[in-house]
């Protein structure tokens, strides 16, 4: 059984539009930029306390290099921790029908040795635990495939919501290289979507879709088929 809600999370969602994963919805995404545009992320915005992070890297798909842990880290720092009109913060893509679809295969190329590799891999834990750690609920909107390093960001927010559509995927499907995840997947999976269900993915490097995620009781609690909507959203008090 694949659950991907929390109970960690502490936001209420009603009434934001269609969300679509696509750039152009919800609609009060527009409004209110709070920073320039890096190389991985479109500028900041936010609506009634919520910050909207989009993930807009260089290439057709959103991937995961170190700039981008370098690059979120400073952008959560600066402009939602720092932020005290910031009470929370969603995560999604600004590109149609692709949330993360993992690593950049170039990078991991690039790296040359074990410790370089550590390294990098320490230094992803300690960006996304800083965030987990905050006192600012994240919810990452899932459309499209959310993979490897991807579905690993998802993992450390407090709350997931995905999509119904056939193109919606989460895995870790790297162990078919012989890769294990390197950002807290086997530590971060099983205490959300089950012991079973966490060793069948990462041992199989086998994928969840979003309808299955749902029928399952998962999936931030049912959302209606090809969207996620949103009516509005508030720090709970």
């Keep these: 059984m694949l659950r991907l809600a929390s109970s960690r999370a502490s936001l209420r969602l009603n009434g934001l539009g269609a969300f679509q994963g696509t750039a152009l919805c919800p609609s009060f995404l527009k409004r209110a930029s709070l920073s320039t545009r890096g190389q991985y992320f479109a500028p900041v915005e936010v609506k009634d306390g919520v910050a909207i992070i989009r993930i807009d890297g260089p290439g057709k798909m959103n991937t995961i290099d170190d700039n981008f842990r370098q690059e979120i880290d400073a952008l959560w720092t600066d402009k939602v921790a720092n932020d005290a009109s910031v009470k929370a913060a969603v995560i ?9 679809a993992g690593a950049d295969i170039k990078f991991i190329d690039s790296v040359e040795d074990f410790a370089s590799l550590k390294d990098v891999c320490l230094k992803g834990h300690a960006t996304f635990q800083k965030i987990r750690k905050a006192n600012k609920p994240l919810v990452a909107a899932i459309h499209g495939p959310a993979l490897g390093g991807g579905l690993e960001v998802a993992l450390y927010c407090d709350y997931r919501i995905v999509t119904s559509s056939p193109k919606t995927v989460l895995g870790l499907p790297e162990v078919k290289l012989g890769l294990l995840p390197g950002f807290g997947g086997t530590q971060n999976l099983h205490p959300i979507v089950g012991l079973q269900a966490a060793l069948d993915m990462t041992l199989t490097g086998a994928g969840e879709g ?22 509005s959203v508030s720090d709970r008090t």
């Design 210 to 231: 979003g309808r299955e995620g749902r029928r399952e009781g998962g999936g931030g609690g049912g959302r209606k088929e090809e969207g996620v909507r949103f009516l």
């Design 92 to 100: 999604i893509s600004a590109k149609p029908d692709n949330f993360i």
